[in-house]
């Protein structure tokens, strides 16, 4: 069964940065990609980012312009670079891919943006 690990969350300051990284113990479907989606603090999960097949991209309108998605071209680690973070992007942040019938979930990391 495959399994993914995210990392690089933490505590920042609002107009700051991190990125988060995607390991996976076996290499990502090309045409499955990886998806970032995060959980706000008493909200539902919500989608952030997605990249599949030859490199097609989408992200949530709430991220454009602030946060990028990648992937090493061994498809065994995705990224999620985010800047200008504010407050409202605090969240656990999961990284996620479809092997097969299953989709996989990493266990999350947490990004705060406090002052």
């Known amino acids: 069964q495959a399994r993914l690990v995210e990392s690089g969350g933490g505590l920042v300051q609002p107009g700051g940065s991190l990125r988060l990284s995607c390991a996976a113990s076996?290499?990502?479907?090309?045409?499955?990609?990886v998806a970032w989606y995060r959980q706000p603090p008493g909200k539902q999960r919500e989608f952030v980012a997605r990249?599949?097949?030859?490199?097609?991209?989408d992200y949530a309108d709430s991220v454009k312009g602030r946060f990028t998605i990648s992937r090493d071209r061994a498809m065994r680690t995705g990224y999620l670079q985010m800047h200008d973070l504010k407050p409202e992007d605090t969240a656990v942040y999961y990284c996620s891919a479809r092997y097969g019938s299953e989709q996989v979930w990493g266990q999350g990391t947490q990004v705060t943006v406090s002052s």
């Open positions: 990249i599949v097949g030859g490199g097609t991209i």
């Open positions: 076996r290499n990502i479907p090309l045409n499955s990609g």
